[in-house]
């Protein structure tokens, strides 16, 4: 099957972003991302729909015109069902509703989960280099920490997750509790550069399995800061890139604990990241050197690609309109599901 146009549409939280790839190339992904939740430190969900709601059609619009197609050209809509918050979702899942009625091309709803997986395989050119099955994934956003055991693009299993809090969200609240602006992950990775990531000991978690433990650390960060602030009500801007170093260093520390565990209980050789988390230079570098030693293949994605894109859903969508997997139109989105 040649020239199939696949439109992605991705509105699961807080960026409206729309993609277009040809035959598995990608052509264009355009990113809205909305400013408007900073001052209150974390994403308003009504805001976050009404936003959506403003930068759909332009964001459409741009990602149809930088791709150089036509919207007749499309072969189908691609778009983000869940998981995620439902007033966004429903934004996106009724524009690919509307659109595709009025194009008569099919619609099909791709889990968010698996786009992010997926990332992998958006390729610039014919020459880019994907992974090849099964490969681990290593899956660290503001919502899940999850090892999956990747064996085709439809055929996902968890082998561990988070218990509580996710990667993203240790990094952002204690980032918060610094007073660092929302999100907090990409200013604790900037601040790291500069620290002593052994300075400050914090819990690292004891849990059997692969599954991860985000809730013991935050708190062990809060008591440390609470106990020196009563000594120094300065100690939080005088120590700032060590308290961010060593956090930062406990967090990989913590990510690469049980990914070693999977890679050695599962013998896979390939081992990918994906997520927000996954833009972490401490992470990047932490997997890429992981893998160097033992001789196994890394894939670490663009940055653009590690947050929320519409190129990943237009992937994901792509390997679906190939099988004819296609989504009925009284299909809803969910808030909620696991891989
Ligand atoms: O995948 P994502 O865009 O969406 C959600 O799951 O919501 O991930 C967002 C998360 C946030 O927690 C953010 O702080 C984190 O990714 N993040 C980072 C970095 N860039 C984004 N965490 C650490 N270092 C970064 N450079």
């Known amino acids: 099957m040649s020239n199939i146009v696949i439109l992605g549409l991705e509105s699961s939280c807080d960026d409206t972003s729309a993609a277009v790839i040809r035959d598995g190339i990608l052509l264009s992904n355009v990113i809205a991302s909305q400013d408007v939740h900073a001052e209150y430190g974390g994403v308003v969900p009504e805001l ?99 090892i999956i055991l990747v064996k085709d693009y439809n055929k996902m299993e968890i082998l561990g997750r988070t218990i509580d809090d996710a990667a993203g969200e240790a990094f952002d609240k204690c980032a918060k509790v610094m007073g660092l602006p929302y999100p907090g992950g990409p200013h604790i990775d900037r601040l790291a550069a500069e620290g002593d990531p052994k300075r400050f000991p914090f819990a690292r978690p004891r849990i059997p399995g692969l599954d991860y433990s985000f809730s013991g650390l935050k708190t062990s960060f809060l008591y440390t800061l609470r106990d020196n602030l009563k000594e120094d009500p300065n100690f939080i801007e005088n120590n700032k890139a060590d308290l961010a170093a060593s956090l930062q260093a406990t967090i990989i520390s913590i ?85």
């Open 48 to 146: 976050a729909s009404r936003a959506h709601q403003q930068n759909v059609l332009p964001v459409v619009d741009t990602a149809l015109r930088r791709a150089g197609i036509d919207k007749h050209q499309l072969s189908a809509i691609a778009f983000t069902r869940g998981p995620g918050l439902l007033g966004s979702l429903l934004v996106g899942t009724s524009f690919a509703k509307g659109m595709s009625l009025g194009l008569r091309i099919p619609i099909i709803d791709v889990n968010h989960l698996h786009a992010h997986v997926l990332s992998h395989f958006i390729r610039r050119e014919e020459s880019d280099v994907v992974p090849e099955y099964p490969f681990l994934c290593l899956l660290v956003s503001g919502g899940n920490s999850q």
């Open 255 to 339: 990510l690469m604990d049980k990914l070693d565990k999977a890679v050695k209980q599962s013998g896979v050789r390939t081992i990918a990241i994906g997520g927000g988390v996954s833009a972490n230079s401490g992470v990047r570098n932490a997997v890429a050197e992981y893998c160097q030693r033992r001789g196994l293949k890394a894939f670490i994605p663009p940055r653009l690609f590690t947050t929320d894109n519409a190129a990943m859903v237009a992937i994901a969508g792509y390997y679906k309109y190939i099988d004819k997997d296609f989504c009925r139109y009284d299909e809803v989105p969910y808030a909620r599901v696991e891989v």
